[in-house]
């Protein structure tokens, strides 16, 4: 064993070897010693551990360029997504569309009119533009942009009812998930819930019963994860917003995702859209940027002037502020919205849900000869119809017609992990989805073929 210690070559040895000069230069110095530091220690063990060298003692340099290239990978790779899920919370939800991804690269490069007015006018506010153009889509007064939903939430509860009463009917007391719950934000907000109605009916006069001189704020809450069916009832904006007027208390609605479009235009389930409700009277709608909108982790709230102004005033808003990142994105995607007849194919996200099924199972087809060759001795591979989901807690119950290729095992030694694992590690990892026994691959989501072939070299 002592003489396998004496085999392993020093640090400065190696350092001044004319093999690793690559090295020095691409991963610098000292990351390099640090590097063969490990690998020195890690060959220690095993020797101890095994009673030989490493493996990979032949060539260290090799070794050591391997980890180098392992450890510069960011942990932001970009995956192919298989799993029928297209709006993937776990894989960033929304692919962004090119005048959006511009955008971004637009204002990271350059100083950029973020609340600066170029012809002196006195600028409210970083979201004044993205509000006139929410505006002009939505029939707002005004509006105010936030980090993500969950803050919108937030700010609009403690800015309009912080410290009093907040209505809301007991079937809409929704978590999202990630520990996002009605009650506790309401909370956080320093509201104080008012549960009325009953899980599956809640009627106007529930909501007329519980005003009072105490309620801070109605609020409705989109069940946009759940459906409640069955014997139910609900009470609509309208009627709401009109209560809440009469009474002089706003009325919020969290819609979650959200439409700016009619989607049962495109032949997908109908999701409420905020310029409904702005109609319908209510004081303040929140919904997603990255959910159907098909834009960037945002939270949008639109409403009236006076209540807006109260959010934006609001120490919160400070914290809760988007980045000029987020904004130039957002701005992009709903500069897309004014052109709705070029949306589905200018907007990732709604291009990749309207994909017909005849398409999507033509290319299932033209890759199952391909997937056949390479898995084809240890899987059965076949063509089969499946649906895939919108995903984001959106139309859950609603499916989309898709297909997929399906791997079966042939035997006992051929695993269904090992081959989700063999797929992750490929250059561009594809994530599948588990189910019945079977990989399933829906190809609702491959932009082209080529993603799919050869081993997946990037
Ligand atoms: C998704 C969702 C949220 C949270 O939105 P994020 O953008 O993920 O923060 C809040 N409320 C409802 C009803 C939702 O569907």
Redesign the pocket.
């Given at each position: 064993m002592k003489t396998l210690f004496s085999e392993l070559p020093g640090i400065d040895a190696l350092l001044r070897d004319a093999r690793f000069r690559p090295l020095h230069t691409s991963a610098g110095t000292r990351r390099l010693t640090e590097t063969l530091r490990a690998m020195q220690s890690e060959a220690r063990q095993h020797i101890l551990a095994h009673q030989r060298l490493p493996d990979w003692h032949a060539d260290w340099a090799t070794e050591a360029a391997t980890r180098l290239r392992a450890g510069r990978r960011s942990a932001l790779r970009p995956v192919i997504n298989l799993s029928g899920t297209v709006l993937h919370?776990n894989l960033g939800r929304a692919r962004m569309s090119e005048a959006a991804v511009a955008a971004v690269c637009r204002v990271m490069r350059q100083p950029v009119t973020l609340e600066y007015a170029l012809d002196d006018a006195a600028r409210g506010h970083r979201d004044r533009a993205l509000a006139d153009l929410l505006c002009e889509l939505t029939g707002a007064e005004d509006a105010c942009i936030v980090n993500?939903?969950?803050?919108?939430?937030l700010l609009m509860l403690a800015a309009t009812a912080g410290g009093r009463q907040v209505i809301v009917s007991r079937g809409e007391l929704?978590e999202?998930g990630g520990a996002?719950r009605i009650p506790d934000v309401m909370r956080q907000a320093g509201c104080h819930l008012v549960e009325v109605g009953t899980t599956n009916r809640t009627h106007f006069s529930d909501y007329q019963r519980a005003i009072s001189d105490e309620t801070g704020a109605l609020m409705k809450?989109?069940?946009?994860?759940y459906q409640i069916a069955g014997f139910t009832q609900a009470v609509d904006e309208k009627p709401l917003s009109a209560l809440g007027q009469q009474h002089g208390v706003p009325v919020l609605v969290?819609?979650?995702?959200g439409s700016l479009i009619d989607l049962t235009h495109y032949g997908l389930p109908a999701e409420p859209m905020p310029q409904r409700l702005i109609a319908d009277g209510v004081d303040l709608v929140?919904f997603?940027?990255?959910?159907l909108l098909g834009g960037p982790?945002?939270?949008i709230i639109v409403g009236k002037k006076a209540l807006i102004a109260r959010l934006q005033q609001h120490p919160l808003k400070r914290a809760l502020r988007a980045d000029k990142m987020t904004l130039a994105a957002l701005e992009a995607t709903l500069q897309l919205y004014r052109h709705p007849e070029q949306l589905a194919d200018a907007l990732p996200t709604l291009r990749l849900l309207t994909r017909p099924q005849a398409a999507i199972q033509a290319q299932a087809e033209r890759l199952l000869p391909i997937l056949q060759a390479e898995f084809g001795a240890s899987f059965t591979l076949a063509v089969e119809p499946c649906w895939s989901q919108i995903g984001?807690?959106?139309l859950p119950v609603d499916r989309l017609p898709s297909a997929a290729i399906t791997f079966t095992p042939r035997g006992p030694a051929s695993s269904l992990a090992a081959l989700g694992q063999q797929l992750r590690q490929r250059a561009r990892p594809v994530i599948g989805r588990l189910q019945g026994g079977r990989l399933w691959l829906d190809l609702r989501c491959l932009d082209a073929d080529e993603d799919l072939q050869r081993g997946g070299e990037a």
């Open positions: 919370t993500n939903n969950a803050a919108a939430v929704v999202i996002f809450v989109h069940t946009s994860n969290d819609l979650g995702s929140s997603s940027g990255d959910k982790q945002a939270g984001s807690g959106s």
